[in-house]
């Protein structure tokens, strides 16, 4: 069997997470949100970014009594959190943004206020430049 | 399917132990399901298991470990902060033990 050999320590790579579909029907938010929590034990840096119906996910109010399906709206303070840590504590190298894009937000009528949490409105200018300052973007 | 019997109860749980309905949680219950791991609940154990309780109350999911073992770092000094103290609280994985004693499901990482 083959011997693999990871250097990890010490890297330290901007990920950009980019939500872009509504919160339920499809399994994309949920599996991108799991995926934004695992990283937070790598310590790298994040940008959670949500646009076109993705921000619907970050939308207070969630009630998914009518469709089965499990409310996973409360989980997204967990970002919150450890944005918060990532934030007050100078022992964690880690810098995470939680941006909703604007365009997006007022073509559904939203403002800022609607969210569960706070977030960071960019424009997609704006927002092209972070994905190209990023090593890495999943999208879902 | 079984179930654990407490004060003349049933509570229903899976074939690996953990109770099918979080709300339906209670400490005897809890105590009940930790004499079944053999476990001598501490107020440390007690501890690990509210501080989970109140973290699926609010999130919905439990934390990952090493949320869990920052918690604990604050709530009993950094000595105690590692995940080698939390196996010494439950030997058979800190989240996977005390998961189940305090009545979630069982958690999707490996430990």
């Given at each position: 069997?083959?011997?693999?050999?990871?250097?990890?320590?010490?890297?330290?790579?901007?990920?950009?997470?980019?939500?872009?579909?509504a919160?339920?029907?499809?399994?994309?938010?949920?599996?991108?949100?799991?995926?934004?929590?695992?990283?937070?034990?790598?310590?790298?840096?994040?940008?959670?970014?949500?646009?076109d119906d993705?921000v619907y996910?970050l939308k207070a109010g969630?009630?998914?009594?009518?469709?089965?399906?499990?409310?996973?709206?409360?989980?997204?303070?967990?970002?919150?959190?450890?944005?918060?840590?990532?934030?007050?504590?100078?022992?964690?190298?880690?810098?995470?943004?939680?941006?909703v894009e604007k365009e997006s937000m007022e073509a559904r009528g939203l403002t800022a206020d609607d969210f569960?949490?706070?977030?960071?409105v960019?424009?997609?200018?704006?927002?092209?430049?972070?994905?190209?300052?990023?090593?890495?973007?999943?999208?879902? | 399917?079984?179930?654990?019997?407490?004060?003349?109860?049933?509570?229903?749980?899976?074939?690996?132990?953990?109770?099918?309905?979080?709300?339906?949680?209670?400490?005897?219950?809890?105590?009940?399901?930790?004499?079944?791991?053999?476990?001598?609940?501490?107020?440390?154990?007690?501890?690990?298991?509210?501080?989970?309780?109140?973290?699926?109350?609010?999130?919905?999911?439990?934390?990952?470990?090493?949320?869990?073992?920052?918690?604990?770092?604050?709530?009993?000094?950094?000595?105690?902060?590692?995940?080698?103290?939390?196996?010494?609280?439950?030997?058979?994985?800190?989240?996977?033990?005390?998961?189940?004693?305090?009545?979630?499901?069982?958690?999707?990482?490996?430990?």
């Amino acid at each position: 069997m083959a011997e693999y050999e990871f250097e990890t320590e010490g890297v330290k790579k901007t990920f950009t997470f980019m939500n872009r579909k509504a919160p339920y029907g499809t399994v994309y938010a949920l599996e991108v949100l799991e995926t934004v929590l695992i990283s937070a034990a790598f310590e790298q840096h994040a940008n959670i970014v949500f646009a076109d119906d993705g921000v619907y996910q970050l939308k207070a109010g969630h009630d998914t009594t009518g469709i089965g399906m499990k409310n996973f709206s409360p989980t997204f303070g967990i970002i919150e959190m450890e944005k918060e840590d990532a934030d007050e504590d100078e022992d964690i190298d880690m810098v995470w943004r939680i941006i909703v894009e604007k365009e997006s937000m007022e073509a559904r009528g939203l403002t800022a206020d609607d969210f569960k949490v706070e977030v960071e409105v960019l424009s997609a200018a704006e927002l092209a430049d972070i994905v190209d300052a990023s090593d890495c973007v999943i999208s879902g | 399917m079984a179930a654990y019997t407490v004060n003349g109860v049933d509570y229903e749980h899976d074939e690996e132990g953990y109770i099918l309905d979080v709300t339906n949680w209670n400490e005897d219950l809890a105590k009940v399901i930790a004499v079944e791991e053999g476990l001598d609940m501490t107020d440390e154990h007690w501890l690990v298991v509210n501080f989970l309780r109140e973290y699926y109350n609010e999130y919905q999911i439990a934390p990952a470990v090493r949320v869990l073992v920052k918690a604990v770092k604050k709530q009993f000094g950094a000595e105690k902060g590692s995940n080698k103290y939390l196996y010494e609280l439950f030997p058979y994985g800190p989240a996977k033990q005390a998961c189940k004693v305090a009545g979630l499901p069982k958690p999707t990482g490996c430990v």
